[in-house]
């Protein structure tokens, strides 16, 4: 065994190990989903999620790693590897499957913005389509080597996005949004004076401990997405992003504490120390790190996470203003802590960022990647209207009001949560 094969096992089990800490967020996103939803959909809701896993493999495998990440391919999109064949040297068991929990990612976001209300085999056309198609066409964009936003323009211009603050999160998002506005409210979200109804979930318990296990996945998120650990200075840059995830975090769960007992504190209403809303803030703070973590100082990483946690609470009070229905505050988690940490990363970059470098190319370095945001942003509200609008105008995107009101696990599933 040569010193380039160990490397290549190195790298390859880092990869892989890194990846399994990913998938198993899949349960943090699955328990914080089922504790944040009423008792009678926690059946539903978990299927979601085993199933963002298990159909999302089948479409990876089949076609969206190749659309990602294809070679050849041009800068739309790639064409190669579909069902894992025609491999060559750029394809890796370890990259694929990498690459596959985080197209798994994006898919779950959307499941808890549309819960306790959506048709089950319309949301599983939905997810199919987008992590076979919609989530890697915006990855081929902004990480294949080819992609318009990789290659940038002249001087070496790129879309700055080490860990998918945009092509995870403001795709998972932006989709989540538009699903959420195509549903239309919970009954009796909304009084009919406007006015908000809480419908609390079933188990805090539940959430947190879900919350939890997302705080630990995000660490292997950021800090695997070096996607090596061989080379010299790869541990170094791990840890970083490590320690700048926990900073973003911390930040952000912090200030969204405050600004919710705060604000309500002024206004005169009954004001209270959040659970939810501190895990949300965290995880904005955390959604926030994914662009820039690897290459920024821990004092950047504490500012970018407190914006997250402003932006968080900001997208919460609005998507409420605008009547918008969001069980799991999905939307304001990560279309809002994603684009606040597209925004920011060119921003607070150690290395030609505008605060160090303060260049001109610093400033189009953030031109780019508010025009990154934007494609992703444009290009996932816009394949998601059509699916959700058709499905919507055919009347398959929501479930019956009786099925609502009775529970969707006993009507979809049989098998009651608490039977």
């Avoid at 959909?41 to 790693?65: Q, R, S």
């Avoid at 064949?85 to 694929?96: I, K, L, Q």
């Avoid at 959307?110 to 056309?125: I, P």
């Avoid at 840890?239 to 309500?264: E, F, P, R």
Wanted: aromatic fraction near 14%.
């Amino acid at each position: 065994l040569n010193l380039d094969e160990l490397k290549s096992n190195l790298d390859q089990f880092f990869l892989v190990i890194c990846g399994i800490f990913i998938l198993f967020m899949q349960t943090g996103f699955a328990f914080l989903e089922a504790g944040s939803v009423r008792s009678k959909n926690t059946t539903n809701i978990i299927m979601k999620n085993v199933l963002d896993l298990f159909i999302g493999a089948i479409m990876y495998f089949a076609i969206g790693y190749s659309f990602a990440y294809g070679k050849p391919g041009n800068a739309f999109i790639g064409h190669n590897y579909f069902f894992a064949t025609n491999m060559d040297e750029n394809f890796t068991y370890a990259g694929w499957f990498f690459q596959y929990v985080f197209a798994a990612t994006a898919s779950t976001i959307v499941s808890g913005a549309m819960a306790e209300r959506t048709e089950f085999t319309t949301y599983m056309v939905y997810f199919t389509f987008l992590t076979g198609f919609v989530y890697p066409v915006v990855a081929h964009w902004c990480w294949s080597e080819v992609g318009w936003l990789k290659v940038g323009m002249a001087h070496g211009l790129s879309y700055i996005d080490y860990a998918g603050s945009g092509v995870v999160h403001l795709t998972g998002g932006s989709a989540a949004l538009v699903g959420a506005i195509a549903l239309g409210p919970r009954i009796g979200r909304f009084k009919p004076d406007g006015t908000v109804n809480d419908l609390p979930g079933h188990t805090v318990t539940v959430a947190a401990l879900g919350g939890f296990i997302l705080f630990v996945g995000f660490m292997a998120f950021n800090g695997g997405s070096q996607l090596s650990i061989s080379n010299p200075g790869d541990g170094n840059v791990v840890a970083l992003s490590v320690m700048n995830t926990v900073l973003g975090g911390a930040s952000g769960a912090i200030v969204a504490m405050l600004v919710y007992k705060t604000t309500d504190a002024i206004r005169g209403e009954d004001h209270y120390w959040s659970l939810l809303i501190t895990i949300n803030g965290g995880l904005a703070g955390m959604v926030s790190m994914c662009a820039g973590c690897n290459d920024m100082l821990p004092w950047a990483a504490v500012v970018i996470g407190t914006i997250a946690g402003l932006a968080f609470m900001g997208w919460h009070h609005l998507m409420l203003f605008c009547k918008i229905d969001d069980p799991l505050d999905a939307v304001a988690v990560h279309l809002g802590g994603g684009l606040a940490g597209v925004l920011l990363a060119p921003i607070f970059q150690h290395v030609g960022g505008i605060i160090y470098g303060g260049n001109y190319l610093a400033f189009q370095s953030f031109g780019w990647n508010l025009l990154g945001a934007v494609a992703i942003i444009g290009w996932t509200v816009a394949i998601s209207t059509l699916l959700f609008g058709s499905m919507k105008l055919l009347g398959v995107l929501r479930v019956s009001e009786a099925d609502e009101l009775r529970g969707l696990d006993e009507i979809k599933h049989g098998e009651p949560a608490y039977p």
